[in-house]
């Protein structure tokens, strides 16, 4: 049975720092590519970050220079570190795995290009 769980979520205030992790487990995961979304109350779920299978990276721009994903294959696990977080960073954060063997459909931000969601990790930057 595959499995996602993220990990790391909390309280933190702006500026601080938070490190997500994503450890799946059931099916090796180093060919696909793989995603961090969000989804705050009343918003669209948001592709935060994206990694390739290769290690080739990709992020929203709200976040370009404070974020950044990274993939340990060996223990199938991505991570997301989040550096001066805003409140609107604020949101529900999830890891899934790209249906995609293009690059380019797993960058385009939808969410049903994605299986295989881990259940999400709740962030929240207070002031």
């Known amino acids: 049975q595959v499995q996602l769980v993220e990990s790391g979520g909390g309280l933190v205030q702006a500026g601080g720092s938070l490190r997500l992790s994503c450890a799946a487990s059931?099916?090796?995961?180093?060919?696909?590519?793989m995603g961090w979304f969000r989804q705050a109350p009343g918003t669209q779920r948001e592709l935060v970050a994206a990694i390739s299978s290769s290690g080739i990276t990709t992020y929203t721009d709200s976040v370009k220079g404070r974020f950044t994903i990274s993939r340990d294959s060996a223990k199938n696990t991505v991570n997301l570190q989040m550096n001066s977080l805003k409140l609107e960073d604020t949101a529900v954060y999830y890891c899934?795995?790209?249906?995609?063997?293009?690059?380019?459909?797993?960058?385009?931000?939808?969410?049903?290009?994605?299986?295989?969601w881990g259940q999400g990790t709740q962030v929240t930057v207070s002031s």
């Open positions: 059931g099916r090796t995961f180093s060919n696909y590519h």
């Open positions: 899934a795995v790209s249906l995609s063997s293009t690059w380019q459909a797993a960058t385009m931000g939808d969410p049903r290009r994605y299986g295989y």
